[in-house]
T-cell receptor
Framework: AQSVTQLGSHVSVSEGALVLLRCNYS??????LFWYVQYPNQGLQLLLK??????LVKGINGFEAEFKKSETSFHLTKPSAHMSDAAEYFC??????????????FGSGTQLTVLP | DAGVTQSPTHLIKTRGQQVTLRCSPK?????VSWYQQALGQGPQFIFQ???????QRGNFPDRFSGHQFPNYSSELNVNALLLGDSALYLC???????????FGSGTRLTVV
């Protein structure tokens, strides 16, 4: 079984400041990890994903995340926040094992507010 | 290229009624999953369909059922609606051997 914990249900940053959204996972087998963003009244948009290979993953809109197996973490960062980054962010995990439906297990989300 | 299309976008039903939600996957995708997202929470996996069969199911009662058609589109049916079924229902599609999911904008179901 797998699970995801997102630390901080609400995060506020000033425009231009560093964005750091935390995600820790629990998985009995090597995981694939994802970050999704959800704007009000919309579905989920994929920001980035880690499958195999390089542990530092770059995504859309200037976001990146680093897979740290020893810390079971996959934190999302962006060097400089924009007002348009205000949204809900979800970390998700799925299992690599064959035969799995590969369903996503989501964290409870972090609401990012960007202050002018 | 159209992404995942869900209908309707909003729906209001009364307790005890039945509802059907529809999903058309992204072109080229053959696997469809349904998720329930209650207010203020992350999406919860309901079930997944591939080759017109339910392949895996999350922790949801039998009141939740689904179907996949030969053109890969899918329906989610919920019987005997409860107030707690009020949520955003998301459909996600992917190619069978790939981990990249594409999500629709969802159907907002309100049970009164």
């Amino acid at each position: 079984a797998q699970s995801v914990t997102q630390l901080g249900s609400h995060v506020s940053v000033s425009e231009g400041a560093l964005v750091l959204l935390r995600c820790n996972y629990s998985s009995s087998v090597p995981p694939y990890l994802f970050w999704y963003v959800q704007y009000p009244n919309q579905g989920l948009q994929l920001l980035l994903k880690y499958t195999t290979g390089a542990t530092l993953v770059k995504g859309i809109n200037g976001f990146e995340a680093e897979f740290k197996k020893s810390e079971t973490s996959f934190h999302l960062t962006k060097p400089s926040a924009h007002m348009s980054d205000a949204a809900e962010y979800f970390c998700a995990v799925t299992l690599i094992s064959s035969g799995s439906a590969r369903q996503l297990t989501f964290g409870s989300g972090t609401q990012l507010t960007v202050l002018p | 290229d159209a992404g995942v299309t869900q209908s309707p976008t909003h729906l209001i039903k009364t307790r005890g009624q039945q509802v059907t939600l529809r999903c058309s996957p992204k072109s080229g995708h053959d696997t469809v999953s349904w998720y329930q997202q209650a207010l203020g929470q992350g999406p919860q996996f309901i079930f997944q369909y591939y080759e017109e069969e339910e392949r895996q199911r999350g922790n949801f009662p039998d009141r939740f059922s689904g179907h996949q058609f030969p053109n890969y589109s899918s329906e989610l049916n919920v019987n005997a609606l409860l107030l707690g079924d009020s949520a955003l229902y998301l459909c996600a599609s992917r190619v069978a051997d790939f981990y990249g999911y594409t999500f629709g904008s969802g159907t907002r179901l309100t049970v009164v």
